[in-house]
């Protein structure tokens, strides 16, 4: 399996912005559309966006839309997430994940996790 780091995360106030970062630790990580998801304690882990193996085709969950946007650079087997105008919703530990939107939960590889909290 690639093994995947998230990084980026952190505090920041509502209407912020954080880049996340996704690094993978194998070549073929160009070949798989990538996926993050989020988890907040009370609930279950939340699809938010993905993105395919090439870049050119990016989804989000309607909450985000707008808001968040996916890129990828395979050359350096990293995947970001950009999320602007933050809200206190979007408070959770984002994992990103190997797969797409249709099938991440089959590949069952994500990060350890970076967490994000918006707050004043």
């Known amino acids: 399996q690639v093994q995947l ?4 995360g952190g505090l920041v106030q509502p209407g912020g ?4 970062s996704c690094v993978a630790s194998a070549a073929y990580f160009s070949f798989y559309d990538m996926t993050w998801v989020r988890q907040v304690p009370e609930r279950g882990l939340e699809w938010v966006s993905s993105i395919s193996f090439d870049g050119r085709r990016q989804k989000f969950l309607d909450s985000v839309k707008g808001r968040f946007t ?4 395979n050359t350096e087997k ?11 919703e979007d408070t959770a ?7 797409g939107q249709r099938d991440w939960r089959q590949y069952d590889n994500r ?5 994000v ?3 004043s």
């Open 5 to 8: 780091v998230e990084s980026g």
């Open 17 to 20: 912005s954080l880049r996340l």
């Open 70 to 73: 996916m890129s990828r650079d």
């Open 78 to 88: 990293t995947m970001y997430l950009q999320m602007n105008n933050l809200k206190p």
């Open 93 to 99: 530990t984002y994992y990103c994940a190997q797969g």
């Open 111 to 115: 990060g350890q996790g970076t967490q």
């Open 117 to 119: 909290t918006v707050s």
